[in-house]
């Protein structure tokens, strides 16, 4: 099957397969890798054991526009090592950094948004006074915590931040809107994964949180036993830069990890926030907002502005974190504090509805027996199990330090010790500013819509000028042992070639049920040759016997990756060097002069590229049968290797030459020394 009646030059084909695909070469398995484009725009990593092309042609214009199986041409790539990593990571780096050299397949695909060379605080404000007064509530030291958590994700992306933040409110009162905005616009949604389904995250197979910079759980439609279950799990991922990856049906990896965590509540409580747990920042978002469909109208508007994500990456960029520590100094929040609260087992929480009311200084004791059976009382009335007898008055000594003694009347009665100052003290040591016990508790500020809302201007859109060719996608990508080339521009025939091959393209991944089109993903670029490559792989349904069989035309780019990297410089031939297409066109010529098809005669088979690896062993050997005829007065052809045609002997310098080239290295002759 022909996936069009387009006609491809090698070139163009090979800029696509190595757009689209890689292999990561295991020593007991290999995984291959393809890149899918979503219908919301961002760009998916897809993996699986092999690849399912079918019978997949394409027509190539060296070869007269006939067809060839898409079998060949990936064979022929991966043969020349064009698509082998040794391993996967997921190493991010700066926004406005150059990538370093490594040795692994990196699934990072940039930040979405770019640095703007000026911020515009028309722009910026907008964002932070919501945080500031929505998010945080109005609390300066909070607000201020979470935009350097968020600089943090992209100022160190390498590096995890430690802790969780928590936004608790009800439905629709502004808590999505600069989330979505993150993930559709600053980071990309590649980067930012969401979800309400907690086994995404925690299961056995957690292919969704490879490669992200935030995670935002919805905990809407979680169910609380769901939390509580996987707390422990859910707080040690806070913390860890690594993970094992594992897809259905493919060998696990480990993989870099360095997500922020969000969890986006409508209840009280959703995490377990323990004694001393410095990894959960908590936000009561504020209610101010309700019902103001002019304030998030003028927010939205400022959000989808085009220059919006540029200026507010340069402001989180410029925030000064060089003595910040986000898992140091986190505000401490009322809601924190209830969060704990709500927490503690239902023994503390009874002492501190007991003693509520009590005047400053009060001491009681009641016996145990009375008090037990009050705290049996309070149980029925909240619908909490009661702990046995003795279960109660060990939680009660250990948590907040109720001692009990013998009465000293006739009776000799055990006793509790209530004393209020000193429960109070224990409260205050180990779950910081209760509202119970607080010395100076923060009221919430009025709920008015239409008191302190900030009336926003919206800059003017200054439209852009269209590009006359579409852009690569193309965050860098990392090459084994050499600098890193820049991905080539793709022109409307490649991507037309592209889309074509794309639309017939099967399922690749074992966990996915059909592929999604691919359009425009970044380049997979050539890598160095390594001795111990595993053989090709039967990777494609067989094609037809009698296909002639091309090698690889790896193409040398010298363009920059983005529009923000400096412009390529000219690169110096040496005194006699012909370029490719002169080349080309001289072998052309010469098939035409001794009567051979020029398109034949190009076509680079699999036994031109056996012979090229022993074209040198093959000339030597040669020049000394010459000689030895020449003393014998022999015939010189009668000892000539006759695979060594004229032909076969200038396609092999061919072959040795755009090695060469794809090295970096523009030599007149295919050696160096003498021989």
Not at 63 to 83: A, C, T, V
Not at 598 to 618: N, V
Request: charged residues 30%; glycine residues 6%; contains cysteine.
């Amino acid at each position: 099957m022909c996936t069009s009646k387009k006609k491809f030059t090698r070139t163009e084909v090979y800029d696509v397969i190595q757009t689209v695909l890689a292999c990561v070469v295991f020593p007991q398995s290999r995984i291959w890798i393809s890149k899918h484009k979503k219908p919301d725009g961002s760009l998916i990593f897809k993996m699986g054991p092999k690849l399912g092309f079918g019978g997949l042609n394409i027509n190539l214009v060296e070869l007269g526009g006939e067809s060839i199986g898409l079998k060949s041409l990936i064979d022929r790539i991966y043969d020349n090592e064009g698509i082998i990593y040794d391993d996967i990571d997921f190493m991010p780096y700066l926004p406005n950094a150059t990538p370093s050299k490594t040795n692994f397949f990196n699934l990072f695909l940039g930040f979405k948004a770019k640095p703007a060379p000026q911020i515009n605080y028309n722009l910026i404000n907008p964002i932070t006074w919501h945080i500031e007064n929505i998010w945080c509530n109005g609390d300066k030291a909070l607000s201020e915590y979470v935009l350097n958590w968020i600089a943090f994700l992209v100022q160190y992306p390498n590096k995890i931040p430690g802790t969780i933040l928590v936004l608790r409110s009800p439905p629709r009162y502004g808590k999505n809107i600069i989330t979505d905005f993150i993930r559709k616009s600053l980071f990309g949604p590649e980067l930012v994964f969401s979800t309400s389904d907690l086994g995404k995250i925690l299961g056995k197979f957690n292919g969704c949180v490879q490669g992200r910079k935030l995670i935002i759980m919805n905990e809407a439609g979680m169910l609380t036993g769901e939390w509580h279950k996987s707390n422990d799990h859910l707080k040690s991922l806070i913390t860890e830069d690594y993970i094992t990856i594992e897809h259905k049906g493919l060998e696990p990896f480990d993989c870099g990890h360095f997500p922020g965590f969000m969890v986006l509540s409508n209840h009280d409580a959703p995490i377990r926030v323990e004694q001393g747990d410095g990894r959960i920042v908590c936000l009561d978002v504020s209610l101010r907002c309700k019902g103001n469909f002019k304030y998030f109208g003028q927010l939205g508007k400022i959000l989808n502005h085009p220059d919006t994500p540029g200026s507010f990456m340069s402001y989180l960029l410029d925030r000064d974190l060089l003595d910040w520590n986000p898992e140091k100094n986190i505000p401490t929040t009322k809601m924190k504090t209830e969060t704990m609260q709500e927490h503690l087992p239902n023994p503390i929480r009874f002492i501190i509805d007991h003693i509520s009311l009590w005047s400053e200084n009060q001491v009681e004791n009641p016996s145990t027996d009375l008090l037990y059976q009050a705290y049996r009382t309070w149980c029925e009335a909240n619908g909490e199990k009661p702990f046995t007898n003795s279960i109660f008055g060990k939680k009660i000594k250990m948590k907040i330090s109720i001692e009990r003694k013998r009465a000293g009347s006739g009776k000799r009665e055990w006793q509790y010790i209530l004393d209020q100052s000193k429960i109070v003290a224990k409260m205050r040591e180990s779950i910081c500013e209760i509202e119970e016990f607080s010395d100076t508790p923060k009221d919430n500020p009025p709920i008015d819509s239409s008191t302190g809302m900030p009336i926003f201007n919206v800059p003017e859109i200054t439209p852009k000028p269209e590009k006359d060719t579409a852009e690569a996608l193309t965050p860098d990508r990392n090459e084994k042992g050499k600098g890193t080339s820049s991905a080539p521009p793709f022109t409307n025939m490649t991507q037309e070639l592209f889309d074509s091959i794309i639309d017939q393209l099967e399922s690749s991944v074992a966990s996915s049920s059909k592929s999604t089109n691919i359009s425009l993903p970044p380049e997979i670029e050539h890598v160095e040759v390594i001795d111990d490559k595993p053989k090709s792989p039967e990777i494609i349904e067989e094609s037809a016997k009698n296909e002639p069989e091309i090698s690889p035309v790896l193409p040398v780019s010298n363009e920059s990756k983005s529009n923000n990297e400096a412009p390529p410089q000219q690169v110096s031939y040496p005194p006699g060097y012909q370029t490719r297409e002169q080349r080309e066109k001289r072998l052309r010529e010469t098939a035409i002069k001794y009567g051979e098809d020029p398109d034949k005669f190009m076509t680079i088979t699999e036994k031109d590229k056996d012979l090229s690896l022993i074209f040198k062993d093959k000339m030597i050997s040669d020049a000394e049968m010459i000689q030895f005829a020449k003393d014998t007065d022999d015939d010189p052809d009668t000892l000539m290797d006759k695979d060594m045609d004229r032909r076969a002997r200038l396609i092999c310098i061919e072959i040795k030459i755009r090695k060469h080239e794809d090295d970096g290295e523009f030599r007149a002759t295919p050696y160096d020394d003498e021989e």
